[in-house]
């Protein structure tokens, strides 16, 4: 009982300060996806949903959604040019960020993220890769709790034997904050 | 400030250390011209990768076959409707419908040809009409050179080919 009660105390303490400081933000992106080095694909839009939790302002994790279009990639055959179906990638992973990663104001991170990996392809089986991004990120807060943010990524999804598929994503979003850490 | 900057440091080098950011993907097209085939004379194309440019270039950097597939214009030159089918090998001994049925590996099999009439497999839609990729993906990458031969069914045959072959892979240092 000595040790339990100073043990809960603490723990009360602690609760309640991460809820004070903690930042709880979701909201919706919208950008576009563009494969590097890539003939199998072009171009497209991307739009998704993500959540991230900042229990101090120096880190955050989070998880996102992304629904990815690719462009048709073209190629001239013997009959004249003609496109195969680039498909489309979801992806639900989770991030990790370090840098100023809540409050209002201005805040910039670098982010790290997992993913599931599925490119569906008309024609062609599904793909399921596990990809890896990094990029960095600014986010806007405004005192009215709304953060305009915009992100680049760096996205990897290896294939086996050193090889990988890479793409430049960016996007830009609108978070909705729920509590906000320390400012 | 400095532990971002480190985060940073280790991804980009976990990343370069696996070789992800030295690969690219390239797509490689080559004339497949079989021409007249029937059964009591079929059609057979010696087709040699190493004869393309981008594909001998690139031979010892291949890390994986992404995708392959035929396009290609069949004409059926018979009375009735027929189906084409291509096949690889490595011998370019089989003459006859039998052997090659046999011993050399489907990788195609086209939907009905209506009788004097032809049909156009396009880029997209060839891909369902491919059979044992793990075959022809292992004879692209790994030989290199084989022999295309064309039967169709019902015998007898009398159907003209103009094919191509796509592949697509990624290749780096």
């Not at chain 1, 043990?7 to 303490?13: G, K």
């Not at chain 1, 990524?153 to 050193?162: K, M, N, R, V, Y």
């Amino acid at each position: 009982m000595k040790v339990k009660l100073p043990a809960l105390l603490i723990l009360l303490a602690l609760s309640a300060s991460a809820y004070a400081v903690s930042d709880i933000s979701v909201g919706p992106f919208f950008g576009m996806n563009m494969p590097l080095a890539n003939k199998d694909a072009k171009s497209g839009t991307m739009i998704g949903f993500q959540a991230k939790y900042s229990p101090i302002t120096l880190f955050a994790v989070g998880g996102h959604y992304q629904g990815r279009k690719y462009g048709d990639p073209s190629e001239e055959f013997f009959y004249g040019p003609d496109t195969k179906d680039g498909g489309s990638v979801t992806s639900l992973g989770i991030d990790a960020y370090l840098g100023k990663t809540s409050g209002t104001g201005v805040n910039f991170y670098l982010v790290g993220s997992l993913g599931s990996y599925k490119w569906k392809r008309e024609n062609q089986g599904e793909i399921s890769k596990t990809t890896y991004s990094f990029g960095p990120g600014l986010e806007i807060v405004l005192p009215m709790k709304l953060g305009i943010e915009g992100r680049a990524l760096f996205d990897i999804a290896p294939t086996g034997e050193s090889g990988s598929w890479k793409a430049l994503l960016w996007f830009v979003g609108v978070n909705y904050h729920i509590g906000l850490g320390p400012m | 400030m400095k532990k971002t900057l480190l985060f940073g440091l280790i991804a980009l080098s976990g990343l370069l250390i696996a070789g992800c950011l030295v690969t690219g993907q390239v797509t490689i097209i080559e004339d497949v011209d079989i021409g007249v085939t029937s059964n009591s004379n079929i059609g057979k194309f010696h087709l040699n990768l190493n004869e393309n440019e981008d594909y001998a270039d690139k031979i010892d950097k291949i890390k994986s076959i992404d995708a392959v597939s035929f396009v290609a214009r069949i004409w059926n030159r018979e009375d009735s409707a027929s189906t084409a089918a291509i096949y690889i090998s490595s011998s370019g001994s089989y003459s006859t419908v039998d052997q090659i049925e046999d011993n050399a590996i489907k990788v195609l099999e086209t939907p009905p040809v209506p009788a004097n009439n032809s049909i156009l497999i396009g880029w997209n839609d060839s891909y369902q009409y491919m059979h044992n990729l793990d075959s022809l993906f292992r004879y692209v990458k790994d030989v290199g050179e084989f022999y295309v031969y064309a039967i169709a069914s019902p015998v007898p045959f009398d159907d003209s080919i103009q094919a191509q072959i796509v592949i697509t892979m990624t290749v780096g240092n």
